[in-house]
């Protein structure tokens, strides 16, 4: 028998109960539809994570007092508090001095919470930090309005600022920040440039912040440790792998600090793949489970559809003996009974997928984190579409193709 009847028989037997085979395509559907939307989830964080917090694509890395590894346990964190020192703006020249593989190196100090005026408009507790010049190359930033301060404002201790959306809303409800003043602390600054809006990041809003010149910062608030500590910024050289640059970055510091061959770094380094490392590490098990349990349901829906498969073996028990009568082989029951499994599993993976893609897109519309189906992830839905109605059809195509052709037309 040719594979095209084999098929037509197929799809006939599920077209002649539709209502049947529909509500036995609902597991299927409904697991296809879970794990989809899971992976969607998942993805679509990894991306959001890499894009917003983690910095993937900018090939950049930061030098400061602690690594990921510092905050192991209790031990470790104590460890490193007493070995690990605050990093000073001359270890910053002394590397921007010497370095031969980097590209930019800036630096930032971690913000101070301040109280921001303008006339009777105030502002309490907005993050105000310090950096140089060069970082609004190296952190790409989108500038609204106006400019990022220049080297020698930094130089000359500027009181000029450089503000987020919603400071400049907030103050400046109904005219242009750029070229006004306000007071950071008490302190008149001249805003110079106003960044482009960006949001939120995990609900965090990222327009609410003022950056003025690093050394402007150490002046007005005071040194730069503990709470406002320094931390360096740097980028690779063009034709300059990005570990070659990370690893001078390392023996420069380690030099800087005397630190002897067998002696544990006293300061840390973050790239982009160490961050990525965390959340793979936190997340990754969080992630399996996440997609194991919705399977689960892929599972049930295989059993249920083994369960009408035996139904419709015994349902069709004279058919089958007509069948073997006239010539049909074993070959012929088995395949027309698998593949009548494997394509209702198969339209149950097909709508699933297609629920899923609805799903991932009502969540990018209504949800803050995105949601993006991979073409992997379609792929796999298939797959195991296939694969759970070879598994749980093949039991009942067994059992049709070994029916005995003279008790089968006995059969009532």
Known sequence: ??????????????????????????????????????????????????????????????????????????????????RNKDLTLAEFEYLRERTQLIDRLGARANATRAQIKRGSQILEDVPVDGATANMADIDNLDIADGRFFTESENDAQARVAYIGTDVANNLFPSGNAVGNDITIAGLPYRVIGVQTAKGTVFGVPQDNFITIPLKTYATNFGNLINQRSLYMVATAKPGVKFNDAVEEARFLMRTRRHLAAGDKDNFGILTPDAITGIRDRVLGTVSIVAIAVPSIALVVGGIVIMNIMLVSVTERTKEIGIRKAVGATRSNILSQFLIEAIFLTAIGGVAGLIVGEIASILMNIYSPLPAFVPLWAIVLGLGISAVVGIIFGLWPAWKAARLDPIEALRYE
């Open 1 to 82: 028998m040719k594979f095209i009847e084999t098929l037509k028989l197929a799809l006939s037997a599920i077209w002649a109960h539709k209502l049947r085979s529909a509500l036995t395509l609902l597991g299927m559907i409904i697991g296809v539809t879970a794990v989809v939307t899971v992976v969607s989830v998942i993805q679509g964080f990894n991306s959001y994570f890499d894009e917003k917090v983690a910095g993937i694509g900018s090939q950049s890395f930061s030098i400061r007092r602690f690594s990921f590894d510092d905050f192991k346990n209790l031990d470790t964190i104590a460890a490193a508090q007493r």
